[in-house]
């Protein structure tokens, strides 16, 4: 990734130009992982409709894969790697927890013979989308320990379910008060709200 996370502003600047990275910008290398993620949970999938692994592998591929990918965005979110804390792995194997249990489900209605092939494929890739909640989660705990406010707008071209709508914030906020897109709602990975931050002195004032 050809960025810099500065750690004053919490923001990623180019490394080239020294400029601040838009965040549409970072959004796309998340939307680019979880698209890689997809291709290689179908993947798996494939792999299993084929014969060439049972289920129990399946599961064991499926689950390595999440925990990866949910890893990957969750870095991003923090600002590295290095920036990764307990708390940033625990929300991260909070949302990891949900995932294998849809995954033991997954298993199961496999094993029942209840999806074709073609349905087992879809599935899998549907997985993709849940690290981003893990990218989100991930930002908003930085965020959280150096005084930042944030806002969560809800996109006016989607469509949202009644808890997102409920989680909306409007003015800046304190961090603690406001849900990261994708934490406890209907939406879950596929969640299209937003968070807007900003960063504020002890006086309430803008940095």
Not at 2 to 27: C, W
Not at 119 to 140: C, H, L, M, W
Not at 177 to 192: H, S
Request: with cysteine; proline share 2%; charged share 25%.
């Amino acid at each position: 990734m050809p960025y810099q996370f500065d750690l004053l502003s919490h923001r990623y600047r180019d490394t080239e130009t020294g400029r601040f990275v838009k965040v549409a910008d970072v959004a796309k290398l998340i939307d680019q992982e979880i698209s890689r993620s997809e291709v290689r949970l179908k993947g798996h999938a494939r792999l299993l409709a084929q014969g060439k692994i049972d289920i129990a592998e399946f599961q064991t591929r499926m689950a390595l894969s999440l925990k990866e990918s949910h890893l990957r965005v969750a870095a991003v979110g923090a600002g590295g790697t290095n920036q990764l804390t307990p708390t940033h792995y625990g929300n991260v194997g909070a949302q990891l927890k949900k995932q294998y249990k849809y995954l033991h489900g997954f298993g199961q209605d496999l094993a029942d013979g209840k999806l074709t092939p073609e349905q087992a494929i879809r599935r899998a890739g549907s997985y993709a989308k849940s690290a981003k909640t893990s990218f989100f989660e991930s930002e908003f705990t930085s965020r959280g320990k150096y005084g930042f406010y944030a806002k969560r707008l809800l996109d006016a071209q989607s469509r949202h379910c009644a808890s997102c709508i409920s989680y909306q914030r409007l003015q800046w906020t304190q961090i603690k008060n406001v849900v990261p897109p994708g934490v406890d709602c209907e939406c879950g990975g596929r969640c299209r709200c937003r968070l807007l931050y900003q960063k504020r002195t002890y006086a309430g004032m803008r940095l």
